[in-house]
């Protein structure tokens, strides 16, 4: 496809995923054609949207190369392994119509497809950004998975972690997914980060999928576990947007080398500057209310409030230290050598105003 044809097709994916999205989930709430129909609806369709995020994702491969190409490929073999673990999931529930067990030939393309997606986001170009930049980059991600990692214990990974029977492979299983859900986040966010607004969108796409697929698999573990999931819930609806999102965000790649700017990623927006501690002050508020509200904070969230802490006064010393570091190493016109070309003294020594750079201490640093 050309380049030019690459916005109506963003166009055309978003519009369709929207619909597709909408369309699914009235469909699971109205109980359209009954329950047999809800649950042939449900299952054929999640496969489908898992089915076309792969192709989309080889598809945005094709029109990639190097680094980009590999992160395409691999997202697309993790959507394979998803799409196949939803062919099973759909064979237990339709075809031989008993329960899904836990675990299941399906956990082996859902747990599969972790690894696969986190090794295509450690190939992303977004992850090569060098110096301090990576540095304020991976403390802004490691913050704000922490801060999710926090939310996620206090109130789901938490009480599932402590009903559930960790002695058996089902009870590894039922934890393995919010925590791997977690670890594909966090590099997603790491990657959003440390890259400019030219490749962050097909990427944004992608944690915009992920986040929905956590929030779903974090959801789906707990009510598994207290016995209260069947297929057509309305949190099917999450893994659908989930798998639509990411075919978008490979739709928009227009095959574009991914670069990192340094001159964009020094002088970064404001909203760059608060987003980290949204999360942060979101979860950090969390544990005051818990305690306001004289509930049982257990060590872990001590621990991970306490490190989110240490995060910060980290990335606020980093900024500091990279401030001063500009200030002290800008040199001033007049403690230059002075010009060996002709011309009034006078004159040189009127323009040293003119010629000296601007204020380090005005210009925006990340």
Known sequence: MRAPDRPRAELRATVAALSV??????????????LTTVRYFDDIVTALAALSACVACLLAARRQSGAERRFWVLLGIALGAWTFAEVVWGVYDLVLNVAVPVPSWADVGYLGAIPLACAALLCHPGMRAAGSYKTRATLDGLAIGASLLLLSWMFVLGPLWRGTDLS???????????????????????SVRSITAT??????????????????DSTYAYLVEVGRYATGNVIDTGWVLAYLAIAVGATSDGGLTVRISS?????????????????????????TVELELHHRVDRVSWLVGFGLALLVIARQ????IDRRHELFSAR???ARPPSQSPGPPRLQEDNVLEAAPFPPFMRRTQ
């Open 317 to 320: 010393a980093l900024t500091l």
């Open 168 to 190: 058996t492979f089902g009870g590894v299983v039922a934890i393995a997914y919010p925590f791997g859900d977690l670890v594909m986040v966090f590099l997603v966010i790491l």
């Open 332 to 334: 001033p016109e007049s």
């Open 199 to 216: 490749g962050r969108k097909p990427l944004l796409w992608v944690l915009l999928g992920l986040f929905a697929m956590a929030v779903s």
């Open 21 to 34: 999205t909408v369309v699914f989930f009235l469909w699971l709430v109205l109980h359209i054609g009954g």
């Open 263 to 287: 001159r964009e990623v020094a002088e970064a927006s404001m909203v760059s500057f608060v987003t980290p501690y949204v999360p942060v002050l979101l979860a950090l508020s969390s544990i």
